[in-house]
């Protein structure tokens, strides 16, 4: 369960299951399918362990930083 405001749309797309983050009832709702269809989100948490979370890890980060700073050096 995740905001579907800013980046987090973009980024967890069909992995996750979006709220409106200024609406209680909207969170409710959302927190309440989770339970209800819990064998579904199950598979999507699964698959987002497998190929969403390897994609954004500090190492990958931090090589990435590094290599932006040594092409700006040269």
């Known amino acids: ?3 579907k405001e800013g980046a987090m ?3 967890a ?3 996750a299951l979006f709220t409106d983050p200024t609406s209680i ?4 709702e959302k927190m ?10 199950t598979m999507k948490a699964r ?10 890890s500090w190492d ?3 090589k990435k930083y590094y ?8």
Not at 25 to 28: H, K, L, T
Not at 67 to 74: K, R
């Open 25 to 28: 009832q909207d969170i409710e």
């Open 13 to 15: 797309r069909s992995y």
């Open 67 to 74: 290599q932006l700073y040594q092409s700006q050096l040269q």
């Open 1 to 3: 369960l995740t905001s």
């Open 47 to 56: 698959k987002a362990i497998t190929e969403l979370i390897p994609r954004y």
């Open 32 to 41: 309440m399918r989770l339970i209800t269809e819990r064998s579904a989100y």
């Open 9 to 11: 749309e973009d980024i």
């Open 60 to 62: 990958e980060a931090g």
